[in-house]
């Protein structure tokens, strides 16, 4: 039988490997979709850095709804003069949008 600290190393051991994977699956679906061309977690590149967006975010409700869609439509005017590419036509999905802003805004 484990003992209740054998099982709360074990609980803990599978939830952090848990977190830091889905921590990394989006990093590597950044880097995948070509994010990562532009942006950078922690400093502006061409466009501003990843960590810059989720502070500029915080604490708004709405935005996990209405990031995806600038994600995939790009623009320009929010972060400077450089628009962003519409990443839509670059293959990225709705799906992998909202995933992006999720992890973004994750970041601290």
């Known amino acids: 039988m484990f003992s209740t600290t054998k099982l709360f190393k074990v609980f803990f051991m599978f939830i952090s490997c848990s977190v ?11 880097n995948a979709k070509g994010c990562m061309a532009c ?8 466009g501003p850095a990843f960590r810059m967006v989720a502070k500029q975010y915080q604490g708004q409700k709405d935005a996990l709804e ?4 600038k994600v995939l439509d790009g623009g320009s005017g929010a972060w400077g003069e ?13 799906a992998d949008a909202k995933k992006l802003v999720a992890w973004v805004l994750s970041l601290k």
């Open 20 to 30: 830091f994977s889905v921590a990394h699956a989006d990093q590597a679906l950044a």
């Open 39 to 46: 942006h950078q977690i922690d400093a502006k590149k061409v």
């Open 66 to 69: 209405k990031l995806p869609n």
């Open 82 to 94: 450089v628009a962003m590419p519409a990443n839509r036509t670059l293959g990225v999905t709705e």
